[in-house]
């Protein structure tokens, strides 16, 4: 393993996820990225420091400028969306707000997609509001509905694909269409869609976010997000995140590799894991609708085979009504009652008791969230076993 692990697209995706951004080389033989612990790096002398400020040599002066560890992780989220360039957040909200924050001023027009979730639309309809921005909501998803809500103040379009939590998928060629017919950015959330399965700056993106707690972590243990892009982009968006503080810390950084050294086993067990309890769900006189773009009677099936090359472990159904919803989250035993999703463990929630709790019920509902609705994350556990699960959790709401 002498020397630097290629990493471009050219590599297929499980070896970027246990090469990328690691040369051992360079790390006394190091087969796992050392976390460099440490908020301060000295130089040897006033000269070497004055090179790494102005970029004439690599190194580091401060963990909130830049740190190796922290780099490492980049590089490696950067290889799975085949993206020139990565900046990692301290949380995906932070880097939610930091993809937008360098390309909008107050005056300006931002276009949001409505399915979205709901932290994003909290943000979008108070943070960005207070700071002078309008945040003007497409009626729908199609990119018609983009076309009839962009304005010639529109500097950035946000979209979700899949959505949280009705997994919708979003025409992103479409969408980012009317992006470059009126000179705004396109903004895409992939986290529930994730490299493996879709790279939305393949479909035309500018910018990809993620909370990378979700699927690329994928273990539950820590709060991380990742934009990535064009370095012409992300070098805005890191030259805000430095004066804001919004960074990520190397241990951090460091359990989000060892999460990616799996990411492509355990989004392979999600793919198929997904669609079986899908499949079963939709077999079920208990449940009035599955929503999962794997199922062929799912509104954006074919889109979303065009699009994606796996469906992923997130779904959501309807029961006939409210109660029997509440009932088969209690009722279950293997999947855990809480948010997030794409972890190892399974887990069931109403969205209006998680994602979406912090948005009104009105909006909600007009959201098309209704308190019949579960969401599911499938994570790697035997198949049958879940099945089982929800099988007797279905039986005892009856």
């Not at 040599?57 to 990565?86: D, F, K, M």
């Not at 002078?132 to 304005?151: M, P, Q, R, S």
């Amino acid at each position: 393993m002498s020397g630097a692990p290629d990493s471009r697209p050219r590599l297929r995706i499980s070896t970027r996820a246990v090469h990328s951004g690691l040369n051992p080389a360079e790390n006394s033989g190091a087969i796992t990225a050392p976390i460099f612990q440490s908020a301060t790096f000295v130089a040897a002398d006033t000269a070497e420091l004055m090179a790494i400020n102005t970029g004439e040599r690599r190194g580091y002066v401060y963990s909130r400028i830049r740190n190796p560890t922290v780099l490492a992780a980049e590089q490696r989220v950067a290889a799975l969306e085949e993206a020139h360039s990565c900046v990692l957040f301290s949380s995906g909200m932070a880097a939610i707000a930091g993809a937008i924050a360098p390309f909008i001023r107050a005056g300006d027009d931002l276009v949001a997609l409505p399915d979205i979730y709901g932290g994003t639309a909290k943000y979008l309809r108070t943070i960005l509001p207070a700071q002078g921005v309008n945040v003007i909501w497409a009626k729908g998803l199609e990119a018609a509905d983009v076309a009839a809500a962009v304005t010639p103040k529109t500097r950035v379009i946000y979209a979700e694909t899949p959505t949280n939590p009705l997994v919708r998928v979003v025409d992103l060629v479409a969408i980012s269409e009317v992006a470059r017919g009126i000179g705004a950015k396109l903004i895409v959330d992939g986290t529930l869609g994730s490299p493996m399965n879709q790279r939305p700056l393949t479909l035309g993106a500018d910018v990809v976010v993620h909370s990378a707690t979700k699927y690329l972590n994928g273990h539950g243990d820590l709060l991380v997000g990742a934009v990535c892009g064009d370095r012409a982009l992300t070098r805005d968006i890191r030259n805000l995140q430095q004066v804001s503080g919004a960074v990520v810390d190397a241990h951090s950084a460091w359990l989000l590799m060892r999460g990616m050294a799996t990411y492509a086993l355990r989004m392979r067990q999600h793919n198929m894991s997904g669609h079986a309890i899908a499949e079963f769900l939709a077999g079920r006189a208990e449940v009035a609708r599955v929503l999962y773009p794997g199922l062929p009677d799912h509104p954006d099936h074919a889109l979303a085979r065009r699009q994606m090359s796996g469906f992923g472990g997130l779904m959501s159904f309807e029961m006939h009504d409210a109660e029997a919803a509440q009932a088969v989250v209690d009722r279950t035993r293997l999947f855990g009652i809480g948010p997030s999703v794409g972890g190892v463990e399974s887990l069931i929630s109403q969205p209006g008791n998680t994602s979406h709790f912090s948005v009104p019920p009105e909006q909600r509902h007009a959201m098309g969230i209704s308190d019949k609705l579960v969401r599911v994350s499938v994570g790697i556990e035997d198949i049958e076993d879940l099945i089982a699960d929800l099988e007797q959790a279905l039986e005892a709401a009856r």
